[in-house]
Structures are given as structure tokens and as C-alpha cells.
């Protein structure tokens, strides 16, 4: 599986990158076999279409969340097993189109795989949409694992994005391997400095954050 071999031969074409803030970096260049699969890049995603902001598939990051991302891979490689990350810096932007979906009531294409028992008017008020995101302050992951030889993603018990209780780090009601893959996921984020959101097993945020109180709106590109 390509996201654990140990390259031999790494060339890295700076043209191809835009000029980042101080401070932050292209996780491929420090962790070049992670696996990256930004999800609002594409269309599979709770809005249904590719998010303002997201312009490559292209992971961006602290210096310092990406120093901590590689000790996670360089452990889960160990067990055969690789992270794979659904998103890490958000744009402002990106935030503010989340806000302007959310108020269109009408639009939901998506509704059924990704908040099927909620109703899209109360996004606001149970907290799945809000106006400011960590995301954009550069030090948060949205991560899974995977198996290292298939690709293929443990079983978590639900969907990542997925809106509703279900998505709970310590939600009871799933299967006792559900339980332990989010308890191995936990436990290696947490062992490398990274505090996971209670709603959300795939959210987590670099304890010492370099930027706390800094929202960016860089794109990425």
C-alpha cells in the first residue's frame, strides 16, 4: 500500500507549491506517504459540492501539527496500519460557505448519508455548523486509520461527517471492534499531543496549538 512504503528516491518540485504563512507547511513534505483525501475538495462531502477554498487535494498544516502527524504514522506503522486524512487547515472561506448552505434550507441533496435525523434548520443549534472552525487556525486533523496493505479504512461506526450521536468518541452503542479501532485512534493522537472533540472520533486538535486565536483564510492551493 503506497501510504507506508519507505521511499527510496523523494523529489520535491517547490514550483508546484504557493507561498505559505510563516509557520505553515505542505504535510506531504514532511510525511510523504500519508494518505490524503480532503473531502471538501471533491464532491463527497454534507454540502454535495466542492467547498470555496479548497482548490487541490493538498494537505496544509502547522510546522508543528505536521511534526506530530508524522510520530502518529511512524507508530501506526508499526502495527501494519496508516492514517488517512479527510481534512486538516480550512479557509475562512470554506467556513462561511458552510454558513451559506446551512441557511439554504432547501438544498438537501445530501441529507440521507449525512445527517439523516437532523433536521437542517437545527445545524446552528446542535453545534454541527458554526461561524469560526479550529480547522482554520492550522492545527486540527479530521483523521481515520487505515489497513496499510488494502487501503482500507477500520471500521469506525459511522461515516466520517456523519451528524448525530452516533459520531461520539464514546458513543455505546457499537460494535466491540467499532469501540476499539476509535479507542487505538484515540489513544496514538493522544499519545503525540493531539486532543480529540468529544462529538466528532476523527476530530482533533494539536494540544499546544501555535496559532490559538488566529483564523486564516488562505486557500488552499
Partial sequence: MKCCVRFLFVFVWFGAFAQLPEGFVYVKTIVP???VELSYYGMNN????????YLVNKLILTKQTALALKQVQEELQNKNLCLKVYDGYRPQRAVDHFMAWAKNLNDTVNKKAFYPNVDKMNLFAEDYIASKSGHSKGSTVDVTIIDANTGKALDMGSAYDFFGKESWTDYKDITEEQKANRKLLLKVMTKHGF??????????????????DTYFDFPVK
Fill in 33 to 35: 506517504d500519508l494518505d
Fill in 46 to 53: 454534507f454540502v454535495g459540492k466542492p467547498i470555496n477554498g
Fill in 195 to 212: 486532543i480529540n472533540f468529544y462529538k466528532e472520533w476523527w476530530h482533533f486538535t494539536l494540544k499546544d496549538e501555535p496559532f490559538p
